[in-house]
């Protein structure tokens, strides 16, 4: 699997823990230092099953200093893969990929349902 987070995202830090804590093994890579390209971000949207709108850290600096909140609805899907994919700090995090799962933000018991089988 592949764990993508920002260090200092206390958020990120208990996914983290969490995986260690049962023994998940999984490649680590820091969310600002290595942004999600934009076929990284449409592969991982569509194995989400999430709407692309909750692929935004909406609680972000960067988020609210854009305006996104107000200009994200009229956005085109193309404008906010384009977007996401320019600043790592704009994504949802942490991000937890699998073969067959894309996990946007920690959710312990959906975490646990997929892969504590």
Known sequence: MLFIWYPK?????????????????YELREIKT????????????????L???R?????????????LKDKQP????EEQFSLLA???????RPILVGTDHAFFGFKEADWAEKLLK
């Not at 995202?9 to 093994?25: E, I, P, V």
């Not at 290595?34 to 099953?49: C, D, I, M, V, Y």
């Open 9 to 25: 995202c206390t958020t990120c830090q208990k996914a983290k823990a969490w995986l260690d804590t049962h023994g998940l093994s």
């Open 34 to 49: 290595q942004n999600p390209t934009e076929a990284e971000l449409r592969t991982w949207h569509s194995l989400s099953g």
């Open 51 to 53: 709407p692309l709108r």
């Open 55 to 67: 692929l935004f850290n909406t609680s972000g600096l960067q988020y609210k200093a854009l305006g």
């Open 74 to 77: 009229t956005m085109s899907e």
């Open 86 to 92: 320019s600043d790592g700090m704009l994504v949802k």
